[in-house]
C-alpha cells in the first residue's frame, strides 16, 4: 500500500525540504529529485521492512498549474502472489492541478499506485491540500481519500494531515513537523502519526532527519539524502 508522507506535484516538492532544480522550456518546466532513505517510513509506517530504500521522483509542470509526473520507491515485499512472488517497488503515476486560490497554494490531484508483479494491490487515491505561508513559517493541511476497490481491501481510506515548515533564510536548516490520522481500509482501527524533522543543503544535495512515530508501530528515525535535478 501506498503511504506517501506529503502530497504529490509541486507544493510536496517544496514541503519535503528536498528542492529541485527546474529545467524550463517556455511555459513548461521539469523538476525532480533522486536520493535514498534509510528506512522508507509513510504515515507513520515502515514500507522498507526497516531497510534502506532508493526514492525518485518527476515533475512536468505548466505555467498555467497543471502537472503530471512520476514517483517511484524500492519497498519490502508486498502483494504476494500464489507465485510466491510480490512487488519490490511501488509507483506512483500521478496528475492535477496547483496554484493559489483566495491566498492560499491549493493542489489537487489523482494519484494511481502501481506495483509491478504485486497481486491484486494497485489503486487510485485523490488528494487535496492547501497551506499559506506567514513570514518564514508555511501552514498546510490536507487529505487523501481513496474509495472502495480491490487494492484497499474493498473499503475506503481517508488521512488527514496537517504540516508546518519553519525556514528562515539566515538559518542553515529548515525545521518541519507534521501530524494524521488514518481510517479506513489501510487502518481499520485508526490509526494517528506523526513526525519532526530537519533539512539542510550541503554541497547541491539535502539532507534529512526525522523521528517518525504513530500510535501503531514503533518509531525510528530515518536519514536521507537527496539531489535536486
Not at 528536498?18 to 528506512?39: F, Y
Not at 494511481?112 to 498546510?140: I, K
Not at 519532526?196 to 514503533?218: H, I, M, N
Amino acid at each position: 500500500m501506498n503511504h506517501r508522507a506529503v502530497a504529490a506535484g509541486l507544493m510536496a516538492l517544496a514541503a519535503s525540504g528536498a528542492p529541485a532544480l527546474a529545467q524550463e522550456a517556455g511555459p513548461w518546466s521539469v523538476e525532480g529529485r533522486v536520493g535514498v532513505v534509510s528506512d522508507y517510513r509513510d504515515r507513520g509506517y515502515t514500507l522498507s521492512g526497516e531497510e534502506p530504500a532508493l526514492q525518485g521522483e518527476a515533475t512536468l509542470s505548466h505555467a498555467s498549474g497543471l502537472y503530471v509526473g512520476v514517483w517511484g520507491s524500492t519497498i519490502e515485499e508486498y502483494g504476494i502472489g500464489s507465485d510466491g512472488d510480490g512487488a519490490e517497488v511501488e509507483v506512483t503515476l500521478y496528475a492535477g492541478w496547483a496554484g493559489a486560490v483566495a491566498g492560499f497554494d491549493v493542489d489537487a490531484g489523482v494519484w494511481t499506485n502501481v506495483y509491478p508483479d504485486g497481486d491484486d494491490v494497485n489503486y487510485v487515491e485523490f488528494p487535496l491540500q492547501a497551506g499559506r505561508t506567514f513570514g518564514d513559517a508555511t501552514f498546510s493541511a490536507g487529505v487523501v481519500w481513496a474509495p472502495s476497490q480491490t487494492g484497499t481491501g474493498d473499503e475506503a481510506n481517508t488521512w488527514v494531515w496537517t504540516r508546518a515548515d519553519y525556514a528562515p533564510e539566515a538559518w542553515p536548516v529548515s525545521l518541519h513537523a507534521a501530524l494524521g490520522h488514518e481510517d479506513g481500509g489501510f487502518a481499520p482501527d485508526g490509526k494517528t502519526d506523526w513526525r519532526l524533522g530537519v533539512a539542510a543543503p550541503l554541497g547541491g544535495f539535502t539532507l534529512g532527519v526525522d523521528w517518525v512515530d504513530s500510535d501503531t508501530e514503533d518509531s525510528a528515525v530515518v536519514a536521507s539524502v537527496f539531489r535536486g535535478f
